[in-house]
């Protein structure tokens, strides 16, 4: 085997190793960075020369970290293979003898023995770390790549929890764009950065019409789908580098950075047709809704997120006022 003989220097040696994997999963929230930690403390500290980590990405078992491999298998089916068994499974394997083992495939020709150990995150598989040794692999290898595998899942399970919590905070639960916090982080972010750099930005500020006529004749239901419908014709529209939030109530705002006026009205225009040309199914028909857009830019119609807001709200109220379903342009169109 390749670890240390048995007694206190080789138990040290151990549990300082899973101490510093342990410490990375607590410091570190980028999941390939607990991985590295994982495979450099398997590898250079405890001595293991073939080491790998694969991860389920929906497909496929795609490899994340190795040490060791000069051709490593990037991709294992869950289908093929001692990894694809333990994935498939959930049950680690310990192999004595590799060349009686009928799923090992070699991608070392010097290999001997294997353990493969699942990777869980919660109460589901999606992984799997293995060690190949030239040498003898026994039950204390297994014990201890268990452990680091645990030290893997928890890696990936608070990774997960913590970006559903972001998208949580960030995110309007009923349309799925930013909420009002982080649209106007991001628009202050633009708004500096467009500053800094003599760039510009386009503003799109726009309001479902008659959404409370809407609400009080056919229901909130049919109000909820109508900001859900406004929201995914939207997303569509916004072009790369843009971000989508809603504002409050029946309001969205679009933020494109690099983005000039005669644009921004183009993009506005694209928009309300459509949002104009969907309509919202109701038990007494098919609910046509529409939209007023206000359009302003960044440096001609104000340098500070406020300034915009208001610029681009006041045009939007413009467009109400001018018939509802249209687009305004801040001090050129009227």
Known sequence: ??????????????????????????????????????????????????????????????????????????????????????????????IAEVAADPDFFYADASVHSQVAVPIFDGAHV??????????????????LLELFAQQIGVAITTARLHAALVHAAWTDPLTGVLNRAALLNGIEGMVAEAEMSGGSLALLFADLDRFKALNDEHGHHVGDRALEGCADRLREQVPEGGILGRYGGEEF???????????????????REAVAGGEIADTVGQVRVTVSIGVACCPDDGTEMEALLRAADAAMYRAKAAGRNRVEQVGTRT
């Open 1 to 94: 085997m390749e670890m240390p003989p048995a007694g206190d220097a080789a138990e040290l040696t151990r549990l300082t190793a899973l101490h510093r994997a342990g410490l990375a999963v607590v410091r570190q929230r980028d999941v390939p960075d607990v991985m590295a930690t994982v495979i450099d403390e398997l590898a250079h500290t405890l001595g293991y020369h073939l080491v790998s980590v694969y991860l389920w990405n929906g497909v496929t078992l795609r490899l994340q970290a190795q040490h060791g491999y000069a051709t490593p298998a990037h991709e294992i089916p869950p289908t093929i293979g001692v990894i694809g068994r333990v994935f498939r499974t959930a049950v680690s394997a310990r």
């Open 253 to 271: 705002v679009l933020a494109v950075p690099g983005m000039e006026g005669e644009a921004g009205y183009a993009l506005a225009e694209r928009i």
């Open 126 to 143: 999606c992984g799997v770390v293995s060690v190949e040794s030239a040498d003898m692999l026994d039950g204390r290898d297994h014990e």
